[in-house]
């Protein structure tokens, strides 16, 4: 079995974490960004995992991409699409740029990404497509119509996707995290952050991003092969579904 991983927006946050999990595991990793020059290039000095740049908005940018890192590391076993953008606005301030670039990224980035690799691990009878969702794509969130709206669509091509994967050996799941410590969260006004995100969250704390990392190991294992079609909701107890 090829031993290639592709982890988009693969190189900061919980992204990061996967590729490093994955890493760990014995996966040659890919970690896909879009923009960040220099923080990819501190990512792979730390962790010695080759980041690759592009946008997973762009069919056709994702199908080349795929195929450097296929030439580069060997068929994709292991596919997490992870990469995600938030473009908040009440709904009747939100822009038709701002629905579009979201949507973009978040939903339609899983179909070209997946795309890219769906027939070779159908030729291969094995694949694991792990998508990260969020628990606004589960409950929704004022000011995120786009966000939530994409998210709870990860779920549905997951759903969808595991049936159409199931007898070809390739499962397809879903981790929906709730408030995770990254440093995007941990910038938000300390304040807010202690008297009205964290007393949301049962268990008193954040998530770190090592623990949705843990979950993407479980499920791109071998062990998980009677797991598709679900999503794992780690969220502190925030939000059942």
């Not at 590729?19 to 990793?29: D, I, R, T």
């Not at 497509?129 to 998210?151: D, E």
């Not at 990860?154 to 995290?177: C, H, K, M, S, Y």
């Not at 009205?196 to 969250?201: E, F, G, V």
């Amino acid at each position: 079995m090829s031993k290639a991983a592709i982890v988009t927006g693969g190189t900061r946050g919980i992204g990061a974490a996967i590729s490093k999990a994955l890493k760990e595991a014995g996966y040659e990793v890919a970690a896909n960004y879009a923009g960040n020059d220099d923080a990819a290039k501190a990512f792979t000095d730390d962790t010695g995992i080759k980041a690759f740049k592009w946008s997973v908005a762009d069919y056709d940018a994702c199908a080349e991409g795929v195929k450097q890192v296929q030439q580069e590391l060997g068929d994709v076993a292991v596919l997490v699409n992870n990469a995600g953008i938030t473009r908040d606005a009440m709904f009747h301030k939100m822009t038709p740029q701002q629905w579009k670039e979201v949507i973009d990224t978040n939903l339609t980035g899983l179909f070209n990404m997946t795309h890219a690799v769906w027939g070779g691990m159908r030729d291969r009878k094995f694949g694991r497509v792990i998508n990260i969702s969020s628990v606004n794509g589960q409950k929704g969130q004022a000011g995120q119509a786009n966000y939530s709206a994409a998210k709870a669509g990860d779920i549905g091509f997951t759903r969808a996707l595991a049936q159409e994967g199931a007898r070809a050996g390739i499962t397809v799941n879903a981790i929906a995290p709730g408030y995770i410590g990254t440093e995007m969260v941990r910038a938000i006004d300390a304040k807010v952050l202690n008297e009205r995100i964290i007393p949301q969250i049962p268990v008193g704390r954040l998530g770190e991003p090592e623990e949705i990392a843990r979950c993407v190991a479980f499920l791109a294992s071998e062990d998980s092969g009677f797991i598709s079609g679900s999503t794992i909701s780690a969220n502190g107890a925030q939000f059942f579904s």
